[in-house]
């Protein structure tokens, strides 16, 4: 797995862990991202349960293990946070785990012992020292019960499955989108089939607007920096999205 | 009367939970490491309890069918008068038997329970150890800067799972070994019901005008003998493997814990 630092200052870093080239195929490949604030660090999806022996190596080389204080799920599915029950063998016994309230129980059965702290539905901060990351909701973008992560320092965004795109391996040489319009293909059909909600992408759009944005990483495939950031939530606000209603006799996806 | 419990449900109830329908590999030539034979050895033993498991899993319904029988011939009993006397008493049996066959009953489900759950804790652990074994590669190979703290925690980790592993096969060995007790519990309500149904016949014949019916009731016992006497023979063989691979799959759990 390699890793890469996307931001930089005195006690506060955002390290970025992926793109393992021995991950098997039949798993979908994942960004993990680390934040590092003092002596303390939180890890954002930290992943599915497959890939927690090479994130472990990839993060020894970084930061010793026992800063690892936080973890956050953007939200429930298995390639986020089934990893849980060995970051909870390996991490402090007080490692707090930060999920939408809708999920504690679900995930509980990755791990029923675990000390889940539960984000409302407005969201909320985690502070690290020095650092103060922003939980902005995110609901239906895809998971009903879903977080952005925002560090207004670093300015950067982890949107979890928000601009995701699944590359193919010859993609994976850069944590970067080198060129937005010939990315958009791997991007495209994951949008279009993942999200169902037009009032909810909207009102994300609207919501993250209004911040002040460097860099998006998202949980799959490449980030965006500098004018693809808003060339990516201009062309998320005009996809069309909701493709599994054709499957369901078309619908009227107007919501 | 309650239908009989065919030979061809008992069948296709343990056809349904044998090795190849379950999908459990009593095969362990598919992984060589320490690992994947405990894993082999784990789903062979759960495999095994499976299908004994199933073999007595009529036992409820028989119960109540033989309750019902008992019922019937004591209203047989009262109407043929002082002749019914003997077949009275022994109706008396048959619910002392009964109300056995239901205590077994109640504790084979108890141990089909258990033995569920301690083979799904068992695999999940077995999943969460190869993790943890990739994952002390992964940082050997790696040698990160930071590792040994890491090292330490997995490799304690690691030990706390094989731990865990060996409680979880030892209780399902406990199970299987609780597991044949009952079945020899059963095999006891076999040779008394059998010796039940002879008398109940040996009375028909002296009974008169009630033989047709006091035969009946010894006929329809007979059956009843017949299936429990089956549940028993098809449980005999699982049962006796299940015992000597939860043997060594105990040993072999602890031989991984001491290296």
């Known amino acids: 797995m390699i890793s890469q630092t996307i931001f930089q200052q005195p006690g506060h870093k955002w390290l970025a862990f992926g793109q393992d080239p021995n991950k098997p195929e039949k798993l979908i490949d994942t960004n993990q991202i680390v934040i590092i604030g003092g002596e303390s660090a939180i890890i954002l999806d930290p992943g599915g349960i497959e890939i927690f022996p090479p994130m472990l190596a990839a993060l020894t080389d970084e930061i010793p293990i026992e800063n690892v204080k936080h973890l956050f799920m953007s939200h429930q599915d298995p390639d986020i946070g089934s990893s849980l029950p060995l970051w909870r063998q390996v991490c402090n016994e007080n490692v707090e785990i930060h999920l939408s309230w809708l999920w504690t129980t679900f995930v509980a059965h990755f791990d029923a012992e675990a000390n889940i702290q539960p984000i409302p539905d407005e969201g909320g901060t985690i502070q690290l020292p020095g650092v103060s990351l922003q939980l902005i909701p995110a609901h239906y973008m895809h998971s009903s019960g879903n977080f952005s992560v925002y560090d207004p320092e670093a300015k950067i965004l982890w949107t979890g499955d928000i601009g995701a795109a699944m590359l193919p391996h010859r993609h994976r040489d850069s944590f970067f989108v080198e060129d937005f319009n010939s990315h958009i293909q791997y991007m495209e059909g994951f949008h279009r089939r993942w999200l169902g909600s037009i009032r909810a992408r909207d009102a994300w759009i609207a919501s993250v607007s209004k911040l002040d944005i460097d860099i998006i990483t998202p949980q799959h495939g490449l980030f965006f920096r500098g004018e693809d950031v808003k060339r990516f939530l201009d062309w998320l606000s005009r996809l069309n999205i909701g493709s599994g209603l054709d499957s369901m006799g078309g619908g009227n996806n107007n919501d | ?259």
């Open chain 2, 1 to 259: 009367m309650s239908t009989e419990l065919s030979a061809a449900e008992t069948d296709t109830a343990v056809e349904a939970a044998s090795p190849a329908k379950t999908g459990l590999s009593t095969s362990s030539t598919q992984d060589r490491t320490p690992l994947g034979r405990i894993q082999s050895d784990t789903n062979q033993l759960f495999s095994k309890c499976l299908y004994a498991f199933h073999s007595f899993g009529n036992l409820g319904e028989l119960s109540e069918n033989m309750r019902i029988l008992s019922l019937n011939a004591e209203l047989a009993a009262g109407r043929a008068g002082e002749k019914g006397n003997a077949v009275r008493a022994l109706t008396q049996y048959t619910r002392e038997l009964v109300a056995r066959l239901n205590g077994v009953n109640l504790s084979m489900l108890t141990l089909k329970s258990e033995t569920y759950n301690q083979s799904a804790s068992a695999l999940r652990t077995l999943h969460q150890l190869r993790l943890l074994n990739r994952a002390l590669d992964e940082l050997n190979v790696r040698k990160g800067e930071f590792a040994t703290v890491a090292v330490d925690k997995t490799t304690r980790s690691r030990a706390d799972k094989l731990s865990s592993l060996l409680d979880d096969v030892q209780g399902m060995t406990r199970n299987v070994n609780k597991l044949s007790a009952e079945a020899n519990g059963v095999s006891e309500v076999v040779s008394q019901a059998g010796s039940i149904a002879t008398n109940i016949a040996i009375e028909a014949s002296a009974a008169g005008d009630h033989e047709a019916e006091f035969d009946q009731v010894a006929t329809t016992m007979r059956g009843y003998v017949a299936q429990l006497h089956n549940m028993v023979d098809m449980a005999g063989s699982p049962i006796r493997d299940a015992g000597s691979v939860g043997t060594n799959l105990q040993e072999r759990t602890r031989q991984n814990i001491r290296s």
